[in-house]
């Protein structure tokens, strides 16, 4: 032996020092493995969920009720399912389980209990068996009845197998084959689908959703849509390497019930009158309806003469005639949209225009429409005066039928003149000449405060979507002058939406109160606990009272003694209003924007409506008179379903006119004839790039 060899280490060192150093690394990874299993342990766990073999399950969570302020659902879901085919499940379990005849029986059984074609469905089975998704007659909605039949017929073909081969088994000389089919490679997927029970009544109010009811597309649906859809939950099946079975589970977080100030029982006498109105000879090209709690700016109602069903959203056949549908361009609502952009619309396929016009049927004009509103504004201008200083119950203006402007001449719309007229005789006269110069006694700077002040030219803040920004359709400091300062005092030249005039009207007749219009009072939970009570929103104060019982006291002047007085003098009632009309861009065609607002009673008022008619079919389109029918009809069902009687005893409202003149002599023709006949004889100052506007 050779001194080498000697040194050599012998195979048994050899091996203790690899069994060492292998021993050594296992410590360092077992240790190295610990350490990032304390620190990233959740991260790992739910790697390892994400990638391990198993099944997740969404969990759906049933969205939120809508309900009016008397608990009538609005808007509900219900459960249903759609018919989801596994042909890859089938045919595994035919082939490679033997269990033969599993495609005949699961088509039997399915077709059966869904009254559906067999042999479309054995060609959607076998098309393609590799597939595990197949959404059969594109995923038919089932209900719950429907799905507990095939269950049912399942479940009894399962116990007829069971029995009939357990009697073989028994029977040692029977012949008689066992049964092998099963039935597999169907499944459903649960979805909810809205359901509106009103159907139409209030549609653009609660708005719809996408068909699987998953998002909100318009109304309340949209703008409340993160608090009514819900949270899903999930629940995890995965197996580890072992074969362990592990379960994990979120619980689904169900949508929240919102309950409104809404009333459907308002809403569907507004619905009836309009249909009945718009069924008569001065139909209306457009009729919306606005009701409002003045106390509190809670919206109880928002009708028009097209309400589209919410269970059917994009049906135009129920709202339109087929000559319209084959011309959409030709129809109002699609000219007015385009008024401007005309050789956009005529660009449009017929199919794009009719998508175009079911948007223009589903947007809420109330919210979202802007108009000049002509001589409803009156009362905010007297307000104005009143509170400013600026205007006393006896001052006197005088009316000779015309009034210089600047370079111009505004008209008065009498064919005498009207003489001298307090105030309040103005506003019962509808004067464009007396409003004129109450204007210009009160100035711009305060003119132009008072309209901001009144919210005008600014959003409501209503908890709607589609709100119209009207900034830039109102006249400030810096562009208003002399002739803008005096068509703005009768309600021309500058625009505003239904929501914001009557919000400021509320304000008028509450004793000063201007507060932020709102629809959703409470939230609920789906165990009907109060999650949220959402309290009327106080903005700011508009005027004093004293202001505001003038104003009170200049309405019912309206009604009872001045341009209303005809046909809305419900004798004994404290009721009153303001008749407007307002000529549509582009001037001197014809065209007016007719409308009421009035409230009852006004003392202490419980509702105030708003009707706005857009180019009533009538000879003179300036007259209100079309308006004030419609709004009678409405008050005179609205008064006593709100309790509100006449008054004639020692309580009853007293006015002091004895220095006021009564205009009951006017004739028929000239009763709600706004002063607007011709206000613009010589006036095309409206008429340019940045004012052509509506």
């Given at each position: 032996m050779?001194?080498?060899e000697?040194?050599?280490?012998?195979?048994?060192?050899?091996?203790t020092?690899?069994f060492?150093?292998v021993?050594?690394?296992?410590?360092?990874?077992?240790?190295?493995?610990l350490w990032?299993?304390?620190?990233?342990?959740?991260?790992y766990?739910h790697?390892?969920?994400?990638?391990?073999?198993?099944?997740?399950v969404?969990?759906?969570a049933e969205?939120?009720?809508?309900?009016?302020a008397?608990?009538?659902?609005l808007a509900t879901s219900?459960?249903?399912?759609?018919?989801?085919?596994?042909?890859?499940?089938?045919?595994?379990?035919?082939?490679?389980?033997?269990?033969?005849?599993?495609?005949?029986?699961t088509?039997?059984?399915?077709?059966?209990?869904?009254?559906?074609?067999?042999?479309?469905?054995?060609?959607?089975?076998?098309?393609?068996?590799?597939?595990?998704?197949?959404?059969?007659e594109?995923?038919?909605?089932?209900?719950?009845?429907?799905v507990?039949?095939?269950q049912e017929?399942?479940?009894?073909?399962?116990?007829?197998k069971?029995a009939?081969?357990?009697?073989?088994?028994?029977d040692?000389?029977s012949?008689?084959?066992k049964?092998?089919?099963?039935?597999?490679?169907?499944?459903?997927?649960e979805?909810?689908?809205?359901?509106?029970?009103?159907?139409?009544l209030?549609?653009?109010v609660v708005?719809h959703?996408?068909?699987?009811a998953?998002?909100?597309l318009?109304g309340?649906?949209?703008?409340?849509?993160?608090?009514?859809?819900?949270?899903?939950?999930?629940e995890?099946?995965?197996?580890?390497?072992?074969?362990?079975v592990t379960?994990?589970?979120?619980?689904?977080?169900?949508?929240?019930?919102?309950?409104?100030?809404?009333?459907?029982n308002?809403?569907?006498?507004?619905?009836?009158?309009?249909?009945?109105?718009q069924?008569?000879?001065?139909?209306?090209?457009?009729v919306n309806?606005?009701?409002?709690d003045?106390?509190?700016?809670?919206?109880i109602a928002?009708?028009?003469?097209r309400?589209?069903?919410?269970?059917?959203?994009?049906?135009?056949?129920?709202?339109f005639?087929e000559?319209?549908?084959?011309?959409?361009?030709?129809?109002?609502l699609?000219?007015?949209?385009?008024?401007?952009?005309?050789?956009?619309?005529?660009?449009?396929?017929i199919?794009e225009?009719?998508?175009?016009?079911?948007?223009?049927?589903?947007?809420?004009?109330?919210?979202?429409?802007?108009?000049?509103?002509?001589?409803?504004?009156k009362?905010?201008?007297?307000?104005t005066?009143?509170?400013?200083?600026?205007?006393?119950d006896?001052?006197?203006?005088?009316?000779?039928?015309?009034?210089p402007?600047?370079?111009?001449?505004?008209?008065?719309?009498?064919p005498?003149?009207?003489?001298?007229?307090?105030?309040i005789?103005?506003?019962?006269?509808?004067?464009?000449?007396?409003?004129?110069?109450?204007?210009?006694?009160?100035?711009?700077?305060?003119?132009?405060?008072y309209?901001?002040?009144?919210?005008?030219?600014?959003k409501?803040g209503?908890d709607?979507?589609?709100?119209?920004?009207?900034?830039?359709?109102i006249?400030?400091?810096?562009?208003?002058?002399?002739?803008?300062?005096?068509?703005?005092?009768?309600?021309q030249?500058?625009?505003v939406?239904?929501?914001?005039?009557?919000?400021?009207?509320c304000?008028?007749?509450?004793g000063?109160?201007?507060?932020?219009?709102?629809?959703?009072?409470?939230?609920?939970?789906?165990?009907?606990?109060?999650?949220?009570?959402?309290?009327?929103?106080?903005?700011?104060?508009?005027v004093?009272?004293?202001?505001?019982e003038?104003?009170?006291?200049?309405?019912h002047?309206v009604?009872?003694?001045?341009?209303a007085?005809?046909?809305l003098?419900?004798?004994?009632?404290?009721?009153?209003?303001?008749?407007?009309?307002?000529?549509?861009l582009p001037?001197?065609?014809g065209k007016?924007?007719?409308?009421?607002?009035?409230?009852?009673?006004?003392?202490?008022?419980?509702?105030?409506?708003?009707?706005?008619?857009?180019?009533p079919?009538?000879e003179d389109?300036?007259?209100?008179?079309?308006?004030?029918?419609?709004?009678?009809?409405?008050f005179?069902?609205l008064?006593p379903y709100?309790g509100?009687?006449?008054?004639t005893?020692?309580?009853?409202?007293?006015?002091?006119?004895?220095?006021?003149r009564?205009f009951?002599?006017?004739?028929?023709?000239?009763?709600g004839?706004?002063?607007?006949?011709?206000?613009?004889?010589t006036?095309d100052?409206?008429?340019?790039?940045?004012?052509?506007?509506?």
């Amino acid at each position: 032996m050779n001194k080498q060899e000697k040194k050599k280490p012998s195979q048994g060192k050899r091996l203790t020092i690899i069994f060492g150093i292998v021993g050594l690394l296992l410590i360092v990874c077992l240790f190295t493995a610990l350490w990032h299993v304390v620190r990233h342990g959740d991260e790992y766990r739910h790697r390892a969920l994400a990638q391990a073999t198993g099944s997740s399950v969404t969990i759906l969570a049933e969205p939120g009720n809508i309900t009016d302020a008397n608990g009538v659902y609005l808007a509900t879901s219900k459960k249903v399912f759609r018919l989801i085919l596994d042909p890859a499940v089938l045919d595994y379990t035919e082939k490679e389980l033997k269990c033969y005849g599993t495609l005949d029986k699961t088509v039997e059984l399915a077709c059966k209990a869904f009254s559906m074609d067999p042999e479309a469905m054995k060609a959607a089975f076998t098309a393609d068996v590799t597939r595990s998704y197949v959404r059969f007659e594109s995923g038919r909605v089932l209900s719950e009845a429907e799905v507990a039949v095939y269950q049912e017929l399942v479940k009894a073909f399962n116990e007829e197998k069971k029995a009939k081969n357990a009697a073989i088994d028994a029977d040692k000389n029977s012949t008689e084959q066992k049964i092998t089919a099963s039935v597999a490679g169907i499944w459903f997927e649960e979805e909810y689908r809205r359901e509106y029970p009103m159907s139409s009544l209030l549609s653009k109010v609660v708005g719809h959703t996408t068909p699987d009811a998953s998002q909100g597309l318009t109304g309340l649906e949209y703008q409340y849509d993160g608090i009514l859809r819900g949270i899903n939950g999930k629940e995890y099946t995965y197996v580890d390497e072992r074969g362990n079975v592990t379960k994990e589970l979120t619980e689904a977080r169900d949508g929240y019930t919102l309950v409104t100030s809404l009333d459907a029982n308002v809403a569907k006498i507004l619905k009836e009158e309009i249909d009945a109105f718009q069924a008569g000879e001065s139909r209306g090209e457009r009729v919306n309806v606005l009701v409002m709690d003045p106390a509190n700016g809670e919206v109880i109602a928002m009708e028009s003469d097209r309400e589209y069903d919410l269970n059917d959203p994009w049906n135009l056949e129920n709202l339109f005639t087929e000559e319209e549908l084959a011309a959409p361009s030709e129809t109002f609502l699609l000219k007015e949209a385009f008024q401007y952009r005309p050789e956009a619309l005529g660009k449009m396929s017929i199919e794009e225009q009719r998508v175009a016009l079911m948007q223009q049927v589903q947007l809420n004009y109330a919210v979202s429409g802007t108009f000049e509103p002509g001589s409803t504004a009156k009362s905010l201008t007297l307000a104005t005066g009143y509170e400013t200083g600026t205007l006393k119950d006896n001052d006197v203006f005088y009316c000779d039928g015309a009034i210089p402007v600047a370079n111009y001449t505004i008209h008065c719309h009498m064919p005498t003149v009207c003489g001298s007229l307090h105030p309040i005789e103005a506003l019962g006269r509808s004067c464009n000449v007396c409003l004129v110069q109450i204007g210009d006694q009160i100035g711009k700077d305060l003119f132009v405060k008072y309209q901001e002040i009144f919210n005008l030219g600014q959003k409501t803040g209503i908890d709607l979507p589609g709100e119209a920004n009207t900034v830039n359709l109102i006249y400030h400091e810096n562009n208003m002058n002399a002739i803008e300062l005096a068509t703005n005092t009768f309600g021309q030249g500058f625009n505003v939406t239904m929501l914001q005039l009557a919000s400021a009207y509320c304000s008028l007749l509450n004793g000063g109160y201007y507060y932020k219009p709102h629809i959703v009072t409470r939230i609920e939970d789906s165990a009907g606990n109060p999650v949220e009570e959402i309290e009327p929103v106080l903005v700011r104060r508009t005027v004093s009272e004293e202001t505001s019982e003038k104003i009170r006291e200049g309405l019912h002047y309206v009604t009872s003694k001045g341009t209303a007085s005809g046909i809305l003098n419900i004798e004994n009632y404290d009721f009153g209003g303001k008749t407007g009309a307002a000529e549509k861009l582009p001037r001197g065609t014809g065209k007016y924007v007719v409308s009421l607002i009035g409230a009852a009673p006004l003392a202490n008022a419980e509702l105030l409506v708003y009707v706005v008619i857009d180019e009533p079919n009538v000879e003179d389109q300036s007259s209100s008179v079309p308006a004030q029918e419609l709004a009678r009809s409405i008050f005179d069902r609205l008064l006593p379903y709100y309790g509100v009687f006449p008054e004639t005893g020692e309580d009853a409202y007293t006015y002091d006119w004895s220095s006021l003149r009564s205009f009951e002599g006017m004739s028929d023709s000239q009763q709600g004839q706004e002063a607007v006949e011709d206000p613009y004889r010589t006036i095309d100052w409206l008429i340019d790039e940045e004012d052509t506007r509506n």
